[in-house]
Every structure is written in C-alpha cells, then in structure tokens.
C-alpha cells in the first residue's frame, strides 16, 4: 500500500515510531502488566512520565526555574478563559492583538470576563500582513498583551516577537511550539494545545512566569487556576494521562531527532519547497505577504471551486490526506508540523505540479 501522508492542521500526523512505540506499550507498560491508560495518575510509573515529560520541555524550549510548566486540560480553547479568569480582576484589562480565526476568538472570551482592548493587526485586504507593532494602540493599563505566534487557518505568523514594552507577553504557540527557538524569558505565559507539535488533543500545555503566579485571582475553579496547578504539579484532579504519555514519547523523538534546531532547519526547507510551487503557479492563490508566511501552515485557494474540488479528490486519491481547508474560510491547506517526513513534502509539491501542468491550459 501506498504510504499516507496527513497534512492535517490537527490533530496532525505523529511520527511512525511513536504510534508503533505506543502499540507495544499499550498493553504492557514497561512490564508492570498494565496499559499505559490503566496507570494510576498518582503511581510511581507516571510521576516519572510526567516529571520527565516536563524535563525534557524545559530542556528541549530553554525554560528556567523562573517559570512554571502546567499540564491543562480542555486544550487551548480553554486558556482563551483561563487567562482572563486568572489575571483579570474587576476593572481590569488586556490588550489581545487580532491577527486571525484564533486570536479574534481568544478576544471573543476573554471580552465575557474584562474590558478587553482588540487591536485589530491584520492588514486584509488583497494580501494579508501584520500591521507593525507602532502602529498598535496599545492601552496604558493592560494587564497583559496576548497573541497568537501563527494563525494556523489563515497561515500568517509573526516573523519576530512584537516589542510590547514592559507589558507580560501571553501567547498562544498551539501551532508553533517546538518549531523555532524562542527566548521564554520574554513572555509571561506560553500556552500550546498538544494535537499539533505535541502529540494528541486533551492537554494544554502552560508556560508561566512563577511571579505572576502571586496575581492569580483568588474566586475561580479549582481547575482553572493556575497558581493551585502549579502547587499540585498539575494533579488537582486526574490528568490526562494518556496525552502526557504521548508528550513524554513525543519530546524524547524531538531530542533524538536534533532539538529545535533541527526541526526549524526542517520546517523552512519543506515550506520554502511548497511556496517556491506557489510562486511559480498560475493556479494556486496564496494571500500572505511574504514577511509573514508561515512555515506550518500554508493556505492557499484555486479560483474555479469545481477544479479546486477535484484538486483535493485527487490529493486524497494520492494518499496526501488532511488538504482541506477550515470550515470558516475553505480553500487548501497544508500543515507542515515537526512529523511530517521530507517525503511527503516531494509527493506533495510533485502532485501540485502535474496538476497544474494538466489543469492550466
Ligand atoms: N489556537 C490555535 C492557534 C489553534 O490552531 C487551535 C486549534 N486549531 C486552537 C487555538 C484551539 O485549540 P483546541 O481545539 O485545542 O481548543
């Protein structure tokens, strides 16, 4: 059988060895006699997945001591609230910069909680871009400046971190976590969904300066509040176990692979693949200025919808799976996370070739 190839935005393709890893664990972990997925949350045998899951994420990212590292449930539409409820008190407020789909959403709930501030930073019109962060109007009283690093519907990423002054830094790297280095001293809280870089859905990751941790309001859930996650290390109730297991195995590929680097080195060889087809086709439409492509996530359009249609049939009938684009906006989209091998980018880019060499008259 021919191999597939999943460019889904997420939940996104693993690495073989994982899964395969997993299959064998799954019915006798390290040979206790259990499934990983009957491990007590409290057992010997998962404190030291978790604590190394956790070791290796500040290895692999350069977390110090100064920050803390959750493992969340509910994904990263749940820190969309959990921010707010954590840092937002009565007439208090945030700056959220909107760039996309996940960004606009993150303002759409932190606004039930706060007098939110949007900054509306995408340029939309012929192209897209990200107006620059002088042009922002940025509130004298924000408690803090949320962002999102990649806009993974619309495929518009920040080329560097926007200069915010001296205001916490949150950021929603669901997308782009472990895809580029990045300096974690510069933000107050990192949070990423796992389905994408990270491993499958269920768990939230949070990366969250230890000092503002004393801020976190007092009356919120037990679940939500950080500061009670941090002092539990992330065991207020029964975590997701499985997710942290396929974290652990995940991490581990990542550092065996070559770190961060690597997988950078990767990613803008694989994208600058797909985008050289791009530039040179008179068929695919992609919007994005360059200076604020993603690496990730590429989108990009065929102008006739039936052609468009049979573009994604035949991918799927290639074996190139996850192509279409989301809901609210449609078109094509290829996602290129840390799992996805070399060779299916060539299969990819040599199918959009001959489509449009028998497509374009
Ligand atoms: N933020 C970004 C950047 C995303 O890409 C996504 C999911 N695609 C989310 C937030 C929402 O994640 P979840 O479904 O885990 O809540």
């Given at each position: 059988?021919?191999?597939?190839?999943?460019?889904?935005?997420?939940?996104?393709?693993?690495?073989?060895?994982?899964?395969?890893?997993?299959?064998?664990?799954?019915?006798?972990?390290?040979?206790?006699?259990?499934?990983?997925?009957?491990?007590?949350?409290?057992?010997?045998?998962?404190?030291?997945?978790?604590?190394?899951?956790?070791?290796?994420?500040?290895?692999?990212?350069?977390?110090?001591?100064?920050?803390?590292?959750?493992?969340?449930?509910?994904?990263?539409?749940?820190?969309?609230?959990?921010l707010p409820l954590n840092f937002l008190s009565k007439?208090?407020?945030?700056?959220?910069?909107?760039?996309?789909?996940?960004?606009?959403?993150?303002?759409?709930?932190?606004?039930?909680?706060?007098?939110?501030?949007?900054?509306?930073?995408?340029?939309?019109?012929?192209?897209?871009?990200?107006?620059?962060?002088?042009?922002?109007?940025?509130?004298?009283?924000?408690?803090?400046?949320?962002?999102?690093?990649?806009?993974?519907?619309?495929?518009?990423?920040?080329?560097?971190?926007?200069?915010?002054?001296?205001?916490?830094?949150?950021?929603?790297?669901?997308?782009?976590?472990?895809?580029?280095?990045?300096?974690?001293?510069?933000?107050?809280?990192?949070?990423?969904?796992?389905?994408?870089?990270?491993?499958?859905?269920?768990?939230?990751?949070?990366?969250?300066?230890?000092?503002?941790?004393?801020?976190?309001?007092?009356?919120?859930?037990?679940?939500?509040?950080?500061?009670?996650?941090?002092?539990?290390?992330?065991?207020?109730?029964?975590?997701?176990?499985?997710?942290?297991?396929?974290?652990?195995?995940?991490?581990?590929?990542?550092?065996?692979?070559?770190?961060?680097?690597?997988?950078?080195?990767?990613?803008?060889?694989?994208?600058?693949?797909?985008?050289?087809?791009?530039?040179?086709?008179?068929?695919?439409?992609?919007?994005?200025?360059?200076?604020?492509?993603?690496?990730?996530?590429?989108?990009?359009?065929?102008?006739?919808?039936?052609?468009?249609?049979?573009?994604?049939?035949?991918?799927?009938?290639?074996?190139?799976?996850?192509?279409?684009?989301?809901?609210?906006?449609?078109?094509?989209?290829?996602?290129?996370?840390?799992?996805?091998?070399?060779?299916?980018?060539?299969?990819?880019?040599?199918?959009?070739?001959?489509?449009?060499?028998?497509?374009?008259?």
């Amino acid at each position: 059988m021919q191999e597939v190839f999943n460019f889904s935005a997420g939940p996104a393709a693993l690495p073989k060895p994982i899964l395969e890893n997993i299959q064998q664990e799954f019915l006798n972990y390290n040979n206790t006699g259990l499934s990983i997925v009957e491990l007590s949350h409290r057992s010997k045998g998962f404190f030291a997945i978790r604590n190394s899951a956790e070791s290796l994420l500040r290895e692999l990212i350069g977390i110090s001591d100064d920050y803390a590292v959750l493992f969340m449930h509910g994904g990263a539409s749940s820190q969309f609230s959990m921010l707010p409820l954590n840092f937002l008190s009565k007439g208090q407020s945030a700056d959220y910069v909107c760039t996309g789909h996940w960004s606009t959403k993150a303002y759409a709930e932190a606004k039930k909680f706060a007098d939110i501030n949007a900054i509306n930073a995408l340029e939309n019109g012929d192209s897209y871009s990200i107006r620059p962060t002088v042009a922002w109007e940025l509130s004298s009283n924000a408690s803090y400046v949320h962002y999102c690093d990649n806009e993974t519907i619309n495929g518009v990423a920040f080329a560097e971190l926007p200069d915010v002054k001296s205001k916490p830094l949150a950021c929603d790297m669901t997308s782009s976590i472990l895809m580029r280095q990045i300096d974690v001293s510069r933000y107050g809280l990192i949070y990423a969904g796992t389905q994408k870089n990270l491993g499958i859905a269920g768990l939230c990751i949070v990366i969250v300066k230890k000092e503002l941790l004393n801020k976190v309001n007092k009356s919120i859930p037990r679940l939500y509040d950080y500061k009670r996650c941090a002092e539990e290390s992330s065991l207020v109730n029964t975590p997701p176990t499985f997710a942290i297991y396929v974290l652990r195995l995940l991490l581990d590929w990542v550092k065996s692979e070559g770190g961060v680097d690597q997988m950078y080195r990767r990613s803008k060889e694989n994208s600058e693949w797909v985008y050289q087809v791009l530039d040179n086709s008179q068929l695919y439409n992609n919007k994005v200025v360059k200076e604020f492509r993603s690496n990730i996530n590429i989108s990009f359009d065929i102008q006739d919808k039936d052609l468009q249609n049979k573009f994604l049939d035949q991918a799927e009938s290639h074996k190139l799976l996850g192509l279409r684009g989301h809901n609210s906006v449609g078109g094509v989209r290829i996602s290129l996370y840390n799992a996805m091998p070399q060779a299916g980018v060539q299969r990819l880019v040599e199918f959009m070739q001959d489509f449009e060499i028998c497509n374009v008259v």
